[in-house]
């Protein structure tokens, strides 16, 4: 099946190499467009815009495809499924780490995309008003409760999947990569479309990128002042 993986944030869909390799050992056709500007600063109708634009040239206007989304990816996927009419092609979307009830963290980014993920936004009320547009489509939502990018990190554990996992990663720009999350939406997609060739164990075969020396550390250290930060300036609200 077709299969488009829309990135987060920040990023392009090289993030999503692990699970590529491991759809397409499983005979899966992958898309994986990189969305401009990455860092969504029109807007995430205008990220969608772009994701319908890229499916329709490539896919055509009525294939069947499943969506990966991550982050902010998902948001865009489901404003593309949900807005823009792609929800009727769509078998199957998996949601890893989307901010469903939007993210604090979007209050420290500039650009209407950051505005858009804000808890309470317009955006997020549109989607949540007409999420029974999914209602044909299978849904999987993929979190860790250890989230600090997307804050708090329970917004990621989106009511409308019939599928939530919890993987406890360490950070979230690893859950694209997770082995648990991979293996898990290649045994879905497999389920779904009965094309399996071999059964993927839960926790083996994909590796997650292994952290190394002072990078990850310091990654680690700026995450947990981020997330003290957050904490100390929203604690008058709570």
Same mark, same amino acid.
């Given at each position: 099946?077709?299969?488009?993986?829309?990135?987060?944030?920040?990023?392009?869909?090289?993030?999503?190499?692990?699970?590529?390799?491991?759809?397409?050992?499983?005979?899966?056709?992958?898309?994986?467009?990189?969305?401009?500007?990455?860092?969504?600063?029109?807007?995430?109708?205008?990220?969608?815009?772009?994701?319908?634009?890229?499916?329709?040239?490539?896919?055509?206007?009525?294939?069947?495809?499943?969506?990966?989304?991550?982050?902010?990816? &998902?948001?865009?996927?489901? =404003?593309? %499924?949900?807005? #823009?009419? $792609?929800?009727?092609? *769509?078998?199957?979307?998996?949601?890893?780490?989307?901010?469903?009830?939007?993210?604090?963290?979007?209050?420290?980014?500039?650009?209407?995309?950051?505005?858009?993920?804000?808890?309470?936004?317009?955006?997020?009320?549109?989607?949540?008003?007409?999420?029974?547009?999914?209602?044909?489509?299978?849904?999987?939502?993929?979190?860790?409760?250890?989230?600090?990018?997307?804050?708090?990190?329970?917004?990621?554990?989106?009511?409308?999947?019939?599928?939530?996992?919890?993987?406890?990663?360490?950070?979230?720009?690893?859950?694209?990569?997770?082995?648990?999350? &991979?293996?898990?939406?290649? =045994?879905? %997609?497999?389920? #779904?479309? $009965?094309?399996?060739? *071999?059964?993927?164990?839960?926790?083996?075969?994909?590796?997650?990128?292994?952290?190394?020396?002072?990078?990850?550390?310091?990654?680690?250290?700026?995450?947990?002042?981020?997330?003290?930060?957050?904490?100390?300036?929203?604690?008058?609200?709570?």
């Amino acid at each position: 099946m077709n299969i488009v993986l829309v990135h987060g944030i920040f990023d392009s869909g090289a993030i999503f190499k692990h699970l590529v390799c491991a759809l397409e050992e499983q005979g899966h056709k992958c898309w994986v467009p990189t969305l401009k500007p990455s860092d969504g600063r029109r807007g995430i109708h205008d990220l969608a815009l772009k994701l319908k634009g890229y499916i329709d040239e490539n896919i055509g206007p009525n294939a069947e495809l499943a969506l990966v989304g991550f982050s902010m990816g &998902c948001i865009v996927s489901r =404003q593309y %499924m949900q807005n #823009l009419g $792609g929800a009727h092609r *769509t078998k199957a979307f998996f949601s890893i780490s989307g901010p469903h009830r939007g993210t604090l963290t979007a209050y420290l980014y500039f650009g209407q995309g950051a505005k858009d993920m804000r808890p309470g936004s317009e955006m997020l009320r549109s989607l949540r008003q007409s999420e029974n547009r999914l209602s044909e489509v299978h849904l999987f939502a993929y979190w860790t409760s250890r989230d600090i990018m997307i804050f708090p990190a329970s917004s990621c554990s989106w009511s409308a999947a019939s599928h939530v996992l919890n993987v406890k990663a360490m950070l979230h720009r690893f859950m694209p990569s997770n082995r648990q999350v &991979c293996a898990d939406i290649v =045994q879905q %997609m497999n389920s #779904l479309t $009965g094309c399996s060739k *071999t059964r993927l164990p839960l926790n083996d075969n994909i590796e997650s990128p292994r952290p190394e020396g002072r990078g990850f550390l310091d990654t680690l250290r700026g995450s947990l002042r981020l997330r003290k930060t957050l904490v100390s300036l929203t604690s008058p609200l709570i």
